[in-house]
């Protein structure tokens, strides 16, 4: 009697997620080239805060890429936060540290996200970023250059610029004397004319700008919101180090924490890791606490 045999076909593959991208991706370009690309929901966005562009830096100096991305249904929607620094050769992962609303009468929340690089090579870099869900890549940002070890342009003019961050502020109050301030550099000559305070107007007794060791180089009382320029312009040049600073009378302050994990480059100013400082007895401060920015800025021009 003879066997008989049955061949049973093995069941489909599963589609990875990685392809199923790249099938969405390919699903949009046939909703374009038919015409209907209306139908198409918009990619998910994304957006570069630092460092500026034409910004510099040193071989082997960690540098924070950071941003926001949103996508219409929501944050929640997104998986993954991308860095190239290739121009959109290559990508690498960031993580997400907060939620915060885009803007406007938008409506929309963004996920801020960032991304430590750390260059080991001189030369120029292109910086662009996107956010994906668990199905989309999306659009990817408009590029910034970086300049690592190399010359870079030469700095444009910048009026009453000051330092902000997109970070998450919260109230504290320790209730004793502080002294808090921000560590900084400058890409350019120029002067600084003001430490700014506002939001923390209520409490800056004081402001003082001093030399990264130490040595005060302007102090005054503070009245208004807006603190008062130094009587005279402090000369900054590239290359030094510069503390800003005010005094906290009460120990009441705003903080945002997390800002300053590797250096921070806003023109004009460049802030090296850690760069938010605070002392318990009213001098230089020094200490630092979880990377906070404690929304006390100088004020530069050029």
């Not at 790249?22 to 370009?29: D, K, N, R």
């Not at 609303?101 to 030369?123: K, R």
């Not at 890549?137 to 003019?157: E, K, M």
Request: charged share 15%; hydrophobic share 35%; proline share 9%.
């Amino acid at each position: 009697m003879s066997r008989q045999v049955m061949i049973v076909a093995p069941p489909p593959a599963r589609v990875r997620p990685m392809w199923r991208k790249v099938l969405a991706v390919a699903a949009a370009a046939l909703l374009l080239s038919s015409g209907t690309a209306r139908a198409a929901a918009p990619l998910p966005q994304s957006h570069l805060y630092t460092p500026s562009n034409n910004g510099h830096t040193e071989v082997g100096e960690p540098v924070l890429i950071s941003g926001g991305g949103y996508e219409q249904t929501g944050p929640g929607a997104l998986q993954d936060y991308q860095v190239s620094v290739d121009g959109g050769a290559t990508w690498n992962s960031g993580h997400r540290t907060g939620t915060i609303p885009l803007g406007g009468e938008t409506g929309i929340a963004q996920a801020l996200w960032e991304y430590v690089f750390t260059p080991q090579e001189a030369g120029v870099y292109t910086i662009v970023s996107r956010v994906n869900t668990d199905t989309v890549y999306g659009q990817v940002s408009a590029p910034r250059t970086l300049y690592v070890g190399v010359p870079g342009p030469t700095p444009t003019g910048c009026y009453q610029c000051g330092y902000y961050t997109h970070n998450p502020v919260k109230n504290e109050d320790e209730g004793v004397v502080l002294e808090l301030g921000l560590r900084f550099r400058v890409d350019r000559p120029g002067t600084i004319t003001r430490v700014i305070t506002s939001w923390n107007s209520n409490e800056a007794g004081r402001v003082r700008l001093w030399r990264g060791d130490g040595t005060l180089l302007a102090d005054r009382q503070v009245s208004t919101p807006y603190a008062e320029p130094f009587p005279t312009p402090v000369a900054v040049v590239p290359g030094e180090e510069y503390v800003a600073s005010f005094t906290s009378w009460r120990g009441r302050y705003r903080t945002s924490e997390n800002t300053f994990p590797a250096t921070v480059i806003q023109s004009p100013f460049v802030l090296p890791a850690h760069a938010g400082v605070c002392s318990y007895d009213g001098g230089f401060p020094t200490r630092t606490w979880n990377d906070s920015h404690y929304w006390v800025s100088p004020e530069f021009q050029s």
